[in-house]
Antibody, heavy 117, light 107 residues
Framework: EVQLVESGGGLVQPGGSLRLSCAASGFTFSTYPMNWVRQAPGKGLEWLSYIDSSSSTIYYADSVKGRFTISRDNAKNSLFLQMNSLRAEDTAVYYC??????????WGQGTTVTVSS | DIQMTQSPSSLSASVGDRVTITCRASQSISSYLNWYQQKPGKAPKLLIYAASSLQSGVPSRFSGSGSGIDFTLTISSLQPEDFATYYCQQSYITPYTFGQGTKLEIK
């Protein structure tokens, strides 16, 4: 079964850091570009970041550029999102997502990040 | 950035109705348009990619059309399980922006 499982969410104070992980299984992870997408409570979907299969091409949304870093470890079938300088507006459910190039065809269940003092 | 605007923002319909949701891009995105369905507390699900291609396993009552700027998602005969929020997304150029969503409710 093709599966993505996120972990690492939680409660963090403003200005703090958190590292999200996504474990992939059931497919050849090393051949797929991946994305992170988030959804604030009661709001719509926001695309955050893209990484290609070899980590050679990376993109970010302006809202997280300079604060968030996407990375992957193909040997461990894992995707990561390092989040620094967190703000209240970063509170959301964060989804790991497989992006074969035409759309996001596999989503994780999401991990919740709450930024609050 | 490319802005994606969906209409309507919400819609009430009955089982068996034909429903159309529209998505407009702020500039041409060729056919790089995807549609997702999201139910409360769940991750989104890909329905349509490349404007009109049905994702594997998605019922044929869902269809997509359009190119350039204007796109539509049509559900030919609403089923009870179709009541959800629908999002369009452009994958033409980063940031891969989403529309604001269309909430489809039971009349």
């Amino acid at each position: 079964e093709v599966q993505l499982v996120e972990s690492g969410g939680g409660l963090v104070q403003p200005g703090g850091s958190l590292r999200l992980s996504c474990a992939a299984s059931g497919f050849t992870f090393s051949t797929y570009p991946m994305n992170w997408v988030r959804q604030a409570p009661g709001k719509g979907l926001e695309w955050l970041s893209y990484i290609d299969s070899s980590s050679s091409t990376i993109y970010y949304a302006d809202s997280v550029k300079g604060r968030f870093t996407i990375s992957r470890d193909n040997a461990k079938n894992s995707l990561f999102l390092q989040m620094n300088s967190l703000r209240a507006e970063d509170t959301a459910v964060y989804y790991c997502a497989r992006f074969p190039g035409y759309g996001i065809d596999v989503w994780g269940q999401g991990t919740t990040v709450t930024v609050s003092s | 950035d490319i802005q994606m605007t969906q209409s309507p923002s919400s819609l009430s319909a009955s089982v068996g109705d034909r429903v159309t949701i529209t998505c407009r891009a702020s500039q041409s995105i060729s056919s790089y348009l995807n549609w997702y369905q999201q139910k409360p507390g769940k991750a989104p699900k890909l329905l349509i990619y490349a404007a009109s291609s049905l994702q594997s396993g998605v019922p044929s009552r869902f269809s997509g059309s359009g190119s350039g700027i204007d796109f539509t998602l049509t559900i030919s005969s609403l089923q009870p399980e179709d009541f959800a929020t629908y999002y369009c997304q452009q994958s033409y150029i980063t940031p891969y922006t989403f529309g604001q969503g269309t909430k489809l409710e039971i009349k």
